[in-house]
């Protein structure tokens, strides 16, 4: 028997460094205690799996560490010990209703590991490849699976690939964007947390392809445990002859190595990026001359996301064919999503393009948390768009949801419930891209920080007549007026709230009334007096002693005295605080 | 090149990390990272230190400092609080997670407690959306916080200082 612990960084973050501990305490001998990555189950976390040899016996989840001892007598014999803490079939499903190529390993193998890696048919891409393979029929195999890059801009892996393999250079660079910085997504993490030779082997074979003799990872600071797996991953690697010189007896010879970003979400433009990467401030450059020809110290540089290169073994593998079979015309093969906000099934979910919203979303993360309204989700980070509910059932390709305002981004998937003011989701995200904005262009510099104002004064129930349309105005010259991806995709939040969710604007401007009861400025608190039984916890509650009244009877709240922060509303027990 | 009158930092403790990547091309970013670990934070005389010993210029590296926002020109307390302001935890309620920190401590934002034990940082996603919200207390990832919790948490690491 065998012991699986999951250990993403969610995982720990739910408990699962300490469940492990509790297991190591009392587990016998014969029984291996080890760990694995990220099953993407992060609304089950911990999980803890029991395997008889590659038989996975029982799932547990949401383990205690004092379930310690019930997981022992279940290995010991005791076949019902832990019949209250096992996965029930319902949410089975999240994983049955998935099919995982980038995320295949996830949750199965330890990533600290090579050997359980090379097990379950790791380097055997690689291998085929160095072996069998020119550079061009490699990227003619991936032309044929139809990949396209998983960061957002989706565009065709061959094609980069081709280019940096065509472009004259002595020496070239093959990079990984691990720079996840869109807020809501966190595919990359798991992948690099739990999966790390997979992004190694598919780096070697981008490298092959394009002539690369050296690789580089740029890593977000914030991952400091996807840096320590990857860094591992990496020092295996090269012991184990998959990296370094003469890889696996060929001619073939990279290096790789780890950059820590330091924070800044334009750095997720390849060629701030690349700015980044020589140290500078990440400030994109112009194009045309494209990091195909000039990138990385000016040298031919090809640069992908870390969920494209999780792909490439299994094409490889499996042939270009099999992974273009699934998806659309315009989308081929799986898109692995990020699902959190108010759903019922928060994680990882990786599904063929051509499913719908819909199913990812009900289907898939079973509906809204507490089966309240859905109103909106969200895609593409700041980048990205609120989708309505009319909308749900657009299919995932890059085109279609391209066609609703919002993108298919990095896979992030925020799902949002009629409590969420759309005017104050638009807020959040500007004061993200003018926080975030390099300051480069003009457009999107102070243009990102005239919409805040804007919609800052909007939320606050100082908006005026007029306000729509400037806002519109601004997100159009901000979109023509910025170099980079970040500029010309920052007004899409504005702009899909304004295009589904104009009445909430209106209600905000014309009312001063936040439809979500969601702005506080725009609140206001009463008591019923008829409901009201005069239990004075709201007085006490109340931070400046805004509510009178004696004890048994009504109270009332001193509107002048109220600071809004909902304190009475949160604490009466017979729904007699009324929010307006 | 000196910096004022302002020179107090031991600039011997980056002595290491300058002979290592001094002379490495693109390493400014790495060689403050080092920097900050050594000393909780970039004081401004050490990055006129580094400057020089890279061959830059001070305008260039403090550009660069203030540019990303791992990096910090201010010492901070014991304990670094990054609470997660991503879309997930924003659409879970991180604002009244703040507004608890807030409460409890009396700092908001980028300020450092008097005792010098604790210091607020917003910052943006985490990657542990699926338990948001989120914070982290040094190295320590708490999820599915909620006002009550997020109180008790920072209470206890009160008590442990206490």
Known sequence: ???????????????????????????????????TGCIGMCFLEPVVDVYDGNNLVKRLVKVQPSDAEKIIAFISGDE??????????????????????????????????????????????????????????????????????????????WFKWNAARQAQGDYKYLICNADEGDPGAFMDRAVIESDP???????????????????????????????????????????????????????????????????????????ALIESL????????????????????????????????ANVSWIILNGGEAFSAMGTENSKGTKVFALTGKIKKGGLVEIPMGKTLRDVIFDIGGGI?????????????????????????????????????????????????????????????????????????????????????????????EGKDGDIELLEELCYSIKDGALCGLGQTAPNPVLTTIKYFRNEYEAHINEKKCPAKACSDLLSYRI????????????KKCPVDAISGELKTAHSIDVSKCIKCGACYNTCKFNAVIME | MSCCNCRKSDLSLVKAVLDKYAGVDGSLITILQHTQDIYGYLPVDVLYHIAEKIGSTPAKVMGVATFYSQFRLQPVGKYLIMLCQGTACHVNGSEKIEKAIV???????GETTADGLFTLKNVACLGCCSISPVMMINDETYGSLTPDKTKEILRSLKEKEA
Not at chain 1, 406 to 425: F, H, L, P, Q, R
């Open chain 2, 103 to 109: 409460e409890e401590l009396g700092i908001s934002d």
């Open chain 1, 80 to 157: 019902n010990a832990v019949n209250d803490i096992e996965i029930t079939d319902e949410d089975k499903d999240f994983l049955l209703k998935q099919t995982r190529i980038a995320l295949r390993h996830c949750g199965i193998i330890n990533p600290e590991k090579i050997e359980e890696y090379v097990a379950d048919d790791g380097y055997k891409a690689l291998e085929k490849v160095l072996k069998t393979m020119t550079p061009e029929e490699v990227i003619e195999e991936i032309k044929l699976s139809g990949l396209a890059g998983r960061g957002g801009a989706g565009f065709p892996t």
């Open chain 1, 369 to 461: 948390r507490n089966d309240a309204r859905f109103k909106a989700v969200q895609m593409g980070g700041p980048s990205g768009g609120c989708i309505p509910e009319a909308l749900l059932d657009t299919v995932i390709d890059y085109k279609a949801l391209g066609a609703t305002g919002a993108i298919m981004g990095s896979g992030g998937m925020v799902v949002m419930d009629e409590t969420t003011c759309m005017v104050s989701m638009a807020q959040f995200f500007l004061d993200f891209t003018t926080k975030e904005s390099c300051g480069k262009c003009v457009h999107c510099r102070i243009g990102t920080k005239r919409m805040l104002e804007i919609l800052s004064r909007i939320v606050k129930g």
């Open chain 1, 278 to 309: 020589q140290g500078e401030r990440g400030m994109p450059r112009l194009k045309p001359p494209f990091p195909a020809q000039s990138g990385y110290w000016y040298k031919p540089s090809n640069i992908n996301n870390v969920e494209t290169f």
């Open chain 1, 528 to 539: 019923d007096a008829e409901k009201c039984r005069g239990c004075t916890l709201c007085s």
């Open chain 1, 197 to 271: 030779h997979n992004l190694i082997e598919g780096m070697l074979i981008g490298a092959y392809a394009i002539g690369a003799k050296e690789a580089v990872v740029y890593v977000r600071a914030e991952y400091p445990l996807a840096i320590e797996r990857l860094t591992n991953a990496i020092k295996e690697a090269e012991e184990k002859g998959y990296l370094g010189e003469n890889i696996l007896g060929s001619s073939f010879s990279c290096k790789m190595r780890i950059k820590a970003g330091a924070g800044a979400f334009v750095c997720g433009e390849e060629t």
């Open chain 1, 1 to 35: 028997m065998r012991i699986v612990v999951g250990q993403g960084s969610c995982g720990i973050a739910a408990g699962a460094a300490k469940v492990y501990s509790a297991i190591e305490k009392i587990v016998p001998e014969t029984c291996e205690l080890t760990i």
